[in-house]
């Protein structure tokens, strides 16, 4: 079955840095659009970013744009969320979500990051 999980959030000061990786497994990980969506406290599900297929083509939310970076690898089934700079306003779980799977989107279990000094 699909499954995508997230791992490498936690507790960093601001201006630090994290890199959240999403192990996927259960579906052909080199054919889909992969996404990084986050929830903050008390917040609704925020757009963070995405990247194609092949990797050559990234989008990212305003709020993020030059500080995060999104990349894969392909051979190992891996998405990463490189994160730097990161603000108070960043603390959320954050969760990788495939492309249409058998017309599904399927979304991870999620990973805290907290921002905090």
């Known amino acids: 079955q699909v499954q995508l999980v997230e791992s490498g959030g936690g507790l960093v000061q601001p201006g630090g840095s994290l890199r959240l990786s999403c192990a996927a497994s259960?579906?052909?990980?080199?054919?889909?659009?992969m996404t990084w969506v986050r929830q903050g406290p008390g917040k609704g599900l925020e757009w963070v970013s995405d990247?194609?297929?092949?990797?050559?083509?990234?989008y990212y939310a305003d709020s993020v744009k030059g500080r995060f970076t999104i990349s894969r690898d392909n051979a190992k089934n891996t998405l990463y969320l490189q994160m730097n700079s990161l603000k108070p306003e960043d603390t959320a779980v954050y969760y990788c979500?495939?492309?249409?799977?058998?017309?599904?989107?399927?979304w991870g279990q999620g990973t805290q990051v907290t921002v905090s000094s």
């Open positions: 979500k495939s492309g249409l799977v058998g017309g599904t989107n399927y």
């Open positions: 259960g579906f052909t990980f080199s054919r889909e659009t």
């Open positions: 990247i194609d297929s092949g990797g050559g083509k990234t």
